[in-house]
């Protein structure tokens, strides 16, 4: 009450509301049978093994309104693979004043997903057009997270819609750009958890003669060094969306601590997105590199990727997509060969939420990728086609 007596905007007290939203996902899953990267492999999926019902997550996100502009959102899961079950993914206060001109701003500060997936915009930040995300949006999940702040001003205008301009300073994820060196792109909806360590590719350790089963973290702080990311995005009624951004987590290649390393991470995003009646469009390129210095000798993996993905509303109930993604990584050093990357994928799902409390959603994901390590971890060749059929029932209260 002594916080809404604070943010009460005209000094009168203001009720605390609280608002608590979630679902618990079950889902029929037919993986590749390859030993997935949450198991120490190399595959590029969630799943692996044999056909098998799943208990996928349950998200929970309580919304704490302090005041008509001040929220404190956390989001949980529950997680049958973390190694603790349960988990915060995200936990920040967001500030949004009301404006009546034509400028606007908000800001927001804790722990949070980084402002630039256009896909990734549902309850856990899931995907509403697929089971899975794109590889870009794999990686944000896994790798990215804000834990610092983040500002957006906003200029609206008459005729030329809407310009915003988008600012971020963080700190604590120095290690980000490991798993796209050591393991390469992936395809799946598990963002890392704040707390979570999370597996390292046993193929990779044998190159280095390091020991197997290692686990690393990602919201670490090493170096001491706050990086930044900035963007700036048009938006106008009846057309689409542009947006521009550029990471930089400003990490000290050489830096580490008794368990993990740091990274330099650097990339652009590019987005676009349009709505033609029921169809969506959503497109994304990102591309970058991050880089290590074990022992004085820089390490460099090069990385892109990109997707463009459609999704059509049949009627009230019935939602069709489908996305291609392609992704590509180059690592650059003596053996630049054994750990590169080529891959495409096809994604196609059709979801069905015909109440308010379930959504139905049935996924078909086929990819090709080509990486000469995968014959180090028990892979029959490379390239290698692999395919993951899923039936989801996502239940919400």
């Known amino acids: 009450m002594m916080l809404a007596l604070f943010f009460a905007p005209t000094g009168v007290a203001r009720a605390v509301d609280f608002s608590f939203q979630g679902y ?9 049978r390859e030993k997935g990267w949450l198991g120490f492999g190399l595959s590029k999926f969630r799943y692996d093994g044999n056909l098998g019902l799943h208990f996928a997550e349950g998200i929970g996100q309580g919304n704490l309104s302090l005041a008509d502009d001040l929220n404190v959102i956390v989001v949980a899961r529950a997680e049958p693979k973390d190694r603790d079950v349960f988990d915060a993914l995200e936990s920040y206060a967001y500030w ?49 997270r804000t834990i610092g702040g983040e500002g957006t001003l906003r200029w609206k205008t008459d005729k030329a819609g809407t310009f915003s301009l988008l600012g971020s300073m963080f700190c604590c994820n120095d290690p980000a750009g490991i798993l796209l060196a050591d393991r390469g792109w992936a395809m799946d909806d598990r963002p890392t958890g704040l707390f979570e360590r999370i597996p390292e590719s046993d193929a990779t350790m044998r190159l280095f003669h390091s020991p197997l089963g290692q686990h690393t973290g990602e919201f670490e702080e090493i170096d001491g060094q706050w990086g930044w990311y900035a963007g700036l995005s048009w938006q106008m009624a009846n057309i689409g969306k542009l947006t521009v951004l550029r990471y930089d987590n400003q990490a000290d290649p050489a830096a580490k601590t008794s368990r993990d390393t740091s990274w330099e991470t650097k990339f652009w995003s590019f987005g676009a997105r349009t709505q033609y009646g029921p169809l969506v469009l959503i497109a994304q390129q990102l591309t970058g590199y991050t880089a290590f210095e074990p022992r004085g000798v820089e390490i460099v993996t090069k990385f892109q990727s990109g997707f463009l993905l459609a999704s059509y509303d049949i009627d009230s109930d019935w939602r069709v997509s489908a996305r291609a993604d392609y992704f590509q990584t180059r690592h650059v050093a003596a053996t630049p060969n054994v750990m590169s990357e080529d891959g495409h994928a096809i994604t196609g799902a059709v979801s069905w939420s ?25 892979f029959a060749s490379s390239p290698i086609g692999q395919a993951q059929y899923q039936l989801s029932a996502r239940l919400f209260f």
């Not at 996902?25 to 993986?31: E, F, G, L, N, T």
């Not at 109440?355 to 959603?361: A, E, F, G, S």
């Open 96 to 144: 949004h004043p009301a404006s009546d001109g034509a400028l606007s701003w908000s800001a927001k500060a804790g722990a949070f997903f980084p402002t630039i997936s256009l896909e990734n915009d549902d309850l856990g930040w899931a995907s509403p057009y697929t089971l899975t995300p794109s590889a870009i949006n794999s990686w944000v999940g896994e790798e990215l």
């Open 354 to 378: 015909g109440y308010d409390w379930l959504r139905i959603t049935g996924e078909v994901l086929a990819m090709d990728s080509k990486r000469p390590e995968y014959l180090s971890d028990g």
């Open 24 to 32: 618990v996902d079950v889902r029929v899953v037919a993986p590749p």
